[in-house]
């Protein structure tokens, strides 16, 4: 069974912070790594997606991921309250392979 | 937006009934998934089709059948609805145009609740 974990939270930090989010996977062959921000009763909105070792920055988002240790995490720089939502990670072995998608970390940014 | 649209967006029914969801696209995306969310559980990917009549179970396909007999259009079917079926159901689709095979883009969402 493929697995996606991340911490529950909920996360909080305050405006203008760096919020760092974790996930962790259990298929070592895994190639392709997403992230998505899902607001209360909304649909999960794609923002970062990471396939090579390192990091991948757009905008105030950073992806990292570390295919030796299966971990990937994204930072938010500058956190705004409008930020404040539940955070997917998703993760894919191949080309062709549903996506497996963690339970979600919610950050909560206070103003 | 992907060109995405769920229908019905909200619906009640009671057990025992036949229900089907329908998500429908407009830019030709060679794959499309029914998921559910519910809390604690996440995300579980109930089917998942890779083109015209080609389809595959998910981690929680057990009462759900699924129909695409067009690109566009693919159908969840909860066979007789059980409360344990009350959820909310996204549809999401992936492969190109503008995006790669895995980058999944989600509907609106269904809200089913089963009396």
């Known amino acids: 069974q493929k697995e996606v974990e991340q911490n529950s939270g909920p996360l909080s930090v305050p405006e203008g912070a760096i919020a760092s989010l974790n996930c962790t996977y259990s298929?070592?062959?895994?190639?392709?790594f997403f992230w998505y921000r899902q607001y209360s009763g909304k649909s999960p909105e794609l923002i970062m997606f990471?396939?090579?070792?390192g990091d991948k920055e757009d905008g105030r988002f950073t992806a990292q991921l570390n295919k030796a240790s299966q971990y990937v995490s994204l930072l938010i720089r500058d956190s705004q309250p409008s930020d404040s939502a539940t955070y997917l990670c998703?993760?894919?072995?191949?080309?062709?392979?549903?996506?497996?998608f963690g339970k979600g970390t919610r950050l909560s940014v206070i103003a | 937006d992907a060109g995405i649209t769920q229908s019905p967006r909200h619906k009640v029914t009671e057990t025992g009934t036949p229900v089907t969801l329908r998500c429908h696209q407009t830019?030709?995306?060679?794959?499309m998934y029914w998921y559910r969310q519910d809390p604690g559980h996440g995300l579980r990917l109930i089917h998942y089709?890779?083109?015209?009549?080609?389809?595959d179970k998910g981690e929680v396909s057990d009462g759900y059948s699924v129909s695409r007999s067009k690109t566009e259009d693919f159908l969840l079917t909860l066979e007789s609805a059980t409360s344990s079926q009350t959820s909310v159901y996204f549809c999401?689709?992936?492969?190109?145009?503008?995006?790669?095979?895995?980058?999944?883009?989600f509907g609106p969402g269904t809200r089913l609740t089963v009396l």
């Open positions: 998703a993760v894919s072995s191949s080309g062709n392979t549903p996506l497996v």
């Open positions: 990471i396939y090579s070792n």
């Open positions: 830019e030709n995306h060679r794959y």
């Open positions: 999401a689709i992936s492969g190109p145009p503008g995006g790669g095979d895995n980058e999944q883009f």
């Open positions: 298929d070592r062959g895994s190639q392709s």
């Open positions: 089709s890779y083109g015209v009549k080609d389809t």
